[in-house]
Each structure stands twice: as C-alpha cells, then as structure tokens.
T-cell receptor, first 116, second 111 residues
Framework: GAGVSQTPSNKVTEKGKYVELRCDPI?????LYWYRQSLGQGPEFLIY????????DSGLPNDRFFAVRPEGSVSTLKIQRTERGDSAVYLC??????????????FGPGTRLTVL | GNSVTQMEGPVTLSEEAFLTINCTYT??????LFWYVQYPGEGLQLLLK?????DKGSNKGFEATYRKETTSFHLEKGSVQVSDSAVYFC??????????FGTGTRLLVSP
C-alpha cells in the first residue's frame, strides 16, 4: 500500500517566484494536513482539509500561501511571491476521519523548498 | 494556545543504556499526546500515543505515560540500540485535528 507521496522532493526557486507543492494522500483518507518544518524546529501546522473544504487554515502565515483540494484527494500548496524566509521542508499528512477520535496522521517525506 | 516543550538534544548514549526524553505540555482541555520519530532520510512516523490521563502508550520497547498532574509525557526505553538513533518529536493534538509539535530531540546511540 502506498503511503503519502509529495512532489517534488526538492524545489529551488528565486525570490519573488510562484511555486506549487503537491501531496497525494493515502487512498480513502478524508483528512489532509499541511505542516512546515524549519531547520532545527518541529513541524508547524498550516492548514487542514476535511474532504474538499479547508476546515482550519489558521496556520497559513499570510495571504501569499494558499492550498486547494478540489476533488477531496490530491492537494496543492501554492506560494506566491516567494521570500527567503519561506525556505523550509513542507510536510503533508493524511488520516482517516472518525469524529471525536484522535486519528493517526501519516506523513509524507516532505518537499524541501529553497528560496534563493 | 497549546504548546509542547521537550528537552534539547542531542542525547548521546551507549547501546543498552536507559533513555528518557522529557516532554511537557500546556493545553486547554484534554489533548491527546504523541511521540513521533524521524529516522535519518525518512519521514515522520508515529511511535506511540495516549489519549487520556494515566494512559500508557508503548511500541518497540518505548513507553510514555500521560501524566495530567505534571502535564508531562516523558519517553522512556530501558535499553537503547544503535538503530534507535533518530529525532524524536513530542506532540499534542487539539480538537482532534492539528498537531502541535515540540522542537525535537536528536538521539545518538553508539555501539
């Protein structure tokens, strides 16, 4: 069974450019999460989807960050006008959903974004 | 808001030594608590979890007990192996959804 996959594994871009990061969750998982992990830090929550809708986007740092999940499966994290401070590893996780239960989140390998 | 604090590393041990990695949390309500592990070159994996006070999570010889009175979830293993070398993250779960992570503790085990 395939786990969570993320593409690309590495992305190098220039300041001011637009980037898209893709996440393929485990089949059947309705919940999908994005986190950002800076060097030497733990992952920080960005956004959470339940199905196609963003149930909690309180972690997005500003309006340059946006994420979609149009068909309730694959998700894309989009970053406009990238800044050097956006450099980090972007992690995606998915989980099955059962109300009132702490469902295990399964993490992908991450996309390492470097903004020059 | 909720937060998790864990001991800084690296923690350097010889094989078969006893391991403790401290973790404390602050939270409104009653979060679930987790330990995740990141082996070199791999993604985050759930190691163990506990969902309510006095629960003990265990896996692969690791244990952690949810202590509400001390707001702690310390990770322990009686005899570490070289293969346990990794970064360990303590995390809490708010509203059954997003995870709040500590900064991670690197464990280095030498033969």
């Amino acid at each position: 069974g395939a786990g969570v996959s993320q593409t690309p594994s590495n992305k190098v871009t220039e300041k001011g450019k637009y980037v898209e990061l893709r996440c393929d969750p485990i089949s059947g998982h309705t919940a999908l999460y994005w986190y950002r992990q800076s060097l030497g830090q733990g992952p920080e929550f960005l956004i959470y989807f339940q199905g196609t809708g963003a149930a909690d986007d309180s972690g997005l740092p500003n309006d340059r960050f946006f994420a979609v999940r149009p068909e309730g499966s694959v998700s894309t994290l989009k970053i406009q006008r990238t800044e050097r401070g956006d450099s980090a590893v972007y992690l995606c996780a998915s989980s099955p959903w059962e109300a009132g239960v702490s469902n295990e989140q399964f993490f992908g390998p991450g996309t390492r974004l470097t903004v020059l | 808001g909720n937060s998790v604090t864990q001991m800084e590393g690296p923690v350097t041990l010889s094989e078969e030594a006893f391991l403790t990695i401290n973790c404390t949390y602050t939270a409104t309500g009653y979060p679930s608590l987790f330990w995740y592990v990141q082996y070199p070159g791999e993604g985050l994996q759930l190691l163990l979890k506990a969902t309510k006070a006095d629960d003990k999570g265990s896996n692969k010889g690791f244990e952690a007990t949810y202590r509400k009175e001390t707001t702690s979830f310390h990770l322990e293993k009686g005899s570490v192996q070289v293969s346990d070398s990794a970064v360990y993250f303590c995390a809490s779960n708010t509203g059954f959804q997003k995870l709040v992570f500590g900064t991670g503790t690197r464990l280095l085990v030498s033969p």
